[in-house]
Every structure is written in structure tokens, then in C-alpha cells.
């Protein structure tokens, strides 16, 4: 079989609008939820770290999407993303309104709802709840790079902070969230014309964020707090009771992480923990991202965050965060 045989399914809308209903998804977080995951451009295959005079991000295939996807070892897992025609693959069932920085951009989900031309966490979420559900899907990603929980995406009722500059209320960028949220709900039949007549369901939120805060003792040790008021506050303004959270660490060091980033993974795990919050039983899962790290040699770049640009691993943080808001979804 070859691979481009491996990418023969169809992903049509129409098969699936019994309901006439929509199945609608928040992503948000920061630089690593807007996407830095190489599609087309990888790694030069000679870098070494340290090396002088070799790009660290240049022409080649190591560690993007396309090598993964057309490598007999890894199509298995990626090839459903690349067509027989060798273009990428588009979902009529998964759409997406994306707000990646600066950028904002809507369609059928597809590559290309990351930082430039680039992917996020996005396109394995969106396959691994699209793949399970019957409704179509609606993804709202609301992320921007370098922002904090303590103080940009600062819950309401975590109170002001004597962070940052000045004293601050409520997070500017958990006001911009909730704004883009419910302007996109508003909009989704003028955005998306094949939705309409369907009614949105508000139907889960994923979160990938932390390194800002990671940075920083005292942000660091309030996280946990600033998290549960953020999952409570934002029920609360969606008007979803219990609505499915689920919550990706900042791993991007991989094992070996340390000092505040590892207090920072575990504060993330716990949220999830029913033992250590009762009150979110049932409804909330922390993904450990770490061990999706991609070792130097199978990274597009060696740039020390954004997960070195590694498709591999923008997708597995992505698969993750769907499989375990599917786990969420069947009880």
C-alpha cells in the first residue's frame, strides 16, 4: 500500500447533520496554542547544536508534517492528513475560526491556523473529536504568544494582582477571549453559510499555556488558584454548568524539566486530579505533555521553545487534548 493510499477518507458535512446541531469547541492559550508546528520546511538533517555557519531552520524534512506524513514509518499515525494529490487535506465537519496572534483566519480545518502558515494543537484535536462525534464541529482558538494567567488571562474572580505593572482586575486577554468567544458564536452562520440552521453547543475547552508564568515565583505558585477560578469563571460566562476542560502542561522541556516549569507541570496535573479537587470530578483531564518532546535530531530547528517546531510534537499535544475531551465526552 502506499502512503497516499493511506489518505482515502472523506470528511463530508452533509453525512453527519442529522442532529442539526453543532458542537462547538474552545482552544485558547498561548504561544504554543497559536501554533509553531513546521509543515513544509524542517530541519537541515546536518545541524548540530552549537554548530556555526548552519541555519538552525532551513530547506529540509526532518521533523515537519509533510516528511511524517510520507515516511513509511510514521503514515500510519500522519498520512491521513496528506491527500493522494499530495495537497493537505481539509475537514467539511471540522470547521474553525482561529485567532493566532495578530492573525485571524476561518474555514475547514486544514494546516494553516498556526503562526504564519504554520499548525497548532488545532488539527489533532479537532481530528480526534471530529473523528467521534456525529454533529459537525465548530473550533474557536483564541491564543496569543507571551501571556500569563496571573495577569493577562487573570480569571475574574481570582481578584486583583500587585503583578506585573500596577494593579490589574481582571486579565485583559481573559476579557479578549470572552469577547472573541461570543462574537464568533454570534457570527458563525454569516462566517460559516454551510452552518446555517444548526444550533451551537457549547461543548468543551482546551487549554495549552504556562511558560509565561513558569518564569515567575510568585505567578508560578498562585497558578493552581488562578486555574480552578479560571475554569469556574469561564463556565460561568459561557453558561455551561460542567462544561468538559481539559488542560495540556507546559512540557516543552520535556523529562527533564526543573525548577518553577516542573512545580508549574505538576500544579497543571493536579487540576485534574479529583482527589485534590473534588469539585471538578468527572469533568476535568490534565494532559502531561513532556514525554512529547522530540529529541534534537527529529526537531525542524533548535530554537528551545515552541517545542523546537516540531510537527510530531504540535500534533501529539493536540491528539491528546481530543482524545482525553472524547474520554470526557462518552461518560
Not at 49 to 63: L, T
Not at 255 to 261: N, Q, R, V
Not at 302 to 324: M, P, T, Y
Request: hydrophobic letters at 35%; one cysteine or more.
Amino acid at each position: 500500500m502506499t502512503v497516499a493510499a493511506l489518505a482515502t477518507t472523506t470528511y463530508a458535512l452533509g453525512t453527519q447533520a442529522a442532529s442539526k446541531r453543532v458542537k462547538v469547541f474552545i482552544l485558547a492559550g498561548q504561544s504554543n496554542m497559536v501554533g509553531h508546528g513546521k509543515v513544509e520546511m524542517g530541519r537541515n538533517p546536518e545541524y548540530k547544536k552549537g554548530s556555526k555557519g548552519v541555519s538552525r531552520e532551513i530547506k529540509g524534512g526532518v521533523g515537519c508534517l509533510r516528511s511524517l506524513a510520507k515516511d513509511q514509518k510514521t503514515a500510519k499515525t500522519y498520512g491521513k492528513f496528506l491527500g493522494a494529490d499530495g495537497k493537505w487535506v481539509e475537514r467539511d465537519d471540522v470547521l474553525i475560526y482561529a485567532t493566532a496572534g495578530s492573525k485571524q483566519a476561518k474555514g475547514k480545518l486544514s494546516i494553516g491556523y498556526g503562526a504564519g502558515s504554520w499548525f497548532g494543537p488545532e488539527l489533532g484535536f479537532g481530528f480526534a473529536v471530529g473523528d467521534y462525534l456525529k454533529e459537525p464541529v465548530l473550533i474557536i482558538k483564541t491564543s496569543w504568544g507571551g501571556k500569563d494567567l496571573a495577569v493577562d488571562f487573570r480569571p475574574p474572580s481570582s481578584g486583583p494582582t500587585e503583578l506585573g505593572k500596577g494593579k490589574r482586575k481582571t486579565g485583559a486577554y481573559y476579557k479578549k477571549m470572552m469577547g472573541l468567544i461570543k462574537q464568533s458564536l454570534a457570527n458563525y452562520e454569516k462566517d460559516f453559510p454551510e452552518l446555517k440552521g444548526y444550533k451551537p453547543e457549547i461543548a468543551g475547552f482546551g487549554w495549552h499555556q504556562g511558560w509565561n508564568d513558569g518564569c515567575n515565583k510568585e505567578a508560578t505558585a498562585e497558578y493552581e488558584k488562578n486555574m480552578a477560578n479560571f475554569i469556574r469563571d469561564v463556565r460561568k460566562d459561557l453558561g455551561v454548568k460542567e462544561l468538559p476542560f481539559v488542560i495540556a502542561n507546559t512540557g516543552q522541556n520535556g523529562l527533564e524539566t526543573k525548577g518553577t516549569f516542573a512545580t508549574l507541570c505538576q500544579a497543571q496535573m493536579d487540576m485534574g486530579d479529583s482527589k485534590k479537587h473534588p469539585e471538578f470530578k468527572g469533568t476535568v483531564l490534565s494532559i502531561d505533555t513532556r514525554p512529547f518532546k522530540a529529541t534534537d535530531e527529529r526537531s525542524p530547528s533548535g530554537f528551545g521553545f515552541h517545542w523546537n517546531h516540531s510537527g510530531e510534537s504540535h500534533f501529539l499535544v493536540g491528539d491528546a487534548l481530543g482524545k482525553a475531551m472524547v474520554k470526557l465526552l462518552s461518560k
